[in-house]
């Protein structure tokens, strides 16, 4: 098993243990169901074709076809798909959605290629992945340098193979071809939703605005800002790989959003004391810091103790790694986790993969409503936990999700391998 899955699977065991959990259960939760390692020819513009690596992992189908993203970064690697496998896993089960967990990716710098190179990318790899992949078996979505635009040349390029038209084969399509209104700012509203549930557990004031600064300004970040600031919170901090820009007055968001889309970096934006190091944003002051970048960010004990912060809202996948998490506790920082907080993304995934089965589409109040039931719902879930073992938000949502899965894994019986079909 690779280190970042062991390290993952140990916020799991503590959560089992605590709520007296067969040792079964935490054993079948293991190892991915399974994984499809493949190299995917790439043709170059120029002609050239460069082999990369890709992987897609179906972690655990207990509870329904496997769902999660699908991700083109240099950084991808095995056990990274894995583990971010088995957090969808958590993460479906903790939203009471009828999906199991899943994940994949590319091995490649997403910067570097062309339009045309994505699209041969997106469809080589549906490709390569199409045996394991299906509207009722594993539905991927966007991830880290992947959207909508990805996904219309992925469920296009399935619907081929597949010889039928089968739009829910894969969510966060673009609404022109069965996507859902309302997918795309899905996680980052569903991060606010989440940080306003839980403000009283994570130790802040529970009326009035609070202090946020903010890691990454892509969708999700920045749907979370503007959802963040129409609420009347201030962001006193924003970083994206160019810098970290600080304004303790607050900064004007629907501004920041146009200087990013027209110069491509936060730290374009003026009115602001700007600096050139993105990890600037880790030590500001503030009430609340939002993760929305990448994994990793706080790696250990060192990373947490540079924090100045009251609470973390995790919304990007793992930013925190478990060997921060002792640090963090004695720190007396509470942390919205990943599972929780970027919970929304998948949550309507689910319902633009509803609307695919039904032929009938959903307006986006319905959506937004849903959103918010399913959020509010698992929040109290969470609550009626942490304060049932007494025990942080993390353990209590991984306990949510474990009890979810326990009933599952149980009714299925003894046919083992009823994952695979
Ligand atoms: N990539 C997103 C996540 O990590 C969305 C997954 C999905 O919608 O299937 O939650």
Redesign the pocket.
């Known amino acids: 098993m690779g280190e970042h899955l062991e390290a993952a699977q140990g916020r799991m065991e503590r959560a089992a243990e605590l709520i007296g959990l067969d040792d079964e259960i935490v054993a079948h939760l293991q190892h991915p169901i399974e994984t499809l390692a493949v190299s995917v020819g790439l043709r170059r513009d120029d002609g050239s074709t460069v082999p990369l690596k890709a992987w897609r992992c179906r972690y655990n189908s207990s509870l329904g076809p496997t769902?999660?993203?699908?991700?083109f970064h240099q950084s991808v690697h095995l056990d990274e798909v894995e583990t971010?496998a088995f957090?969808?896993t958590m993460?479906?089960a903790l939203m009471g959605l009828p999906?199991g967990g899943?994940?994949g990716g590319v091995e490649v710098d997403a910067h570097d290629l062309s339009t045309m190179e994505k699209e041969r990318l997106a469809r080589g790899y549906v490709r390569a992945m199409a045996k394991i992949l299906g509207p009722d078996r594993d539905?991927?979505?966007?991830?880290?340098a992947t959207g909508e635009r990805e996904m219309a040349w992925m469920v296009s390029e399935y619907s081929e193979i597949a010889g039928s038209i089968q739009p829910h084969a894969f969510?966060?399509k673009p609404v022109a071809l069965g996507g859902m209104a309302g997918?795309t700012p899905?996680?980052g509203r569903g991060g606010h939703i989440a940080l306003e549930a839980m403000r009283d557990l994570a130790g802040l004031d529970e009326d009035g605005g609070l202090t946020i600064a903010l890691q990454g300004f892509g969708n999700v970040g920045r749907w979370f800002a503007k959802a963040a600031a129409n609420a009347g919170h201030s962001i006193v901090a924003v970083a994206d790989s160019s810098g970290t820009i600080t304004n303790a007055d607050g900064i004007d968001i629907e501004s920041l959003a146009e200087v990013k889309a027209q110069e491509g970096k936060v730290t374009a934006f003026e009115d602001c004391e700007a600096s050139d190091e993105p990890a600037d944003i880790l030590g500001t002051q503030c009430d609340v810091l939002v993760l929305a970048a990448l994994g990793g960010v706080i790696a250990d004990a060192d990373d947490a103790r540079q924090l100045n912060c009251k609470a973390i809202v995790e919304i990007a996948?793992r930013p925190i790694l478990p060997a921060a998490d002792k640090a963090l506790a004695d720190a007396g920082i509470e942390v919205v986790p990943?599972i929780l907080a970027?919970?929304g993304?998948?949550?309507?995934?689910?319902a633009?993969w509803v609307q695919g089965r039904q032929g009938i589409d959903w307006d986006e109040e319905d959506v937004a409503d849903y959103l918010e039931d399913r959020m509010g719902d698992a929040a109290d879930n969470v609550r009626e936990v942490m304060q049932e073992c007494d025990t942080d938000m993390r353990t209590a949502a991984y306990a949510v999700a474990l009890r979810r899965l326990c009933a599952a894994i149980s009714a299925h019986g003894t046919r083992a391998d009823f994952g695979k079909s």
Not at 139 to 144: F, G, L, S, T
């Open positions: 769902k999660g993203g699908i991700r971010l957090l969808m993460k479906c999906f899943g994940k539905v991927p979505a966007p991830d880290v969510t966060g997918r899905a996680t996948n990943d970027n919970g993304g998948v949550t309507v995934s689910h633009e």
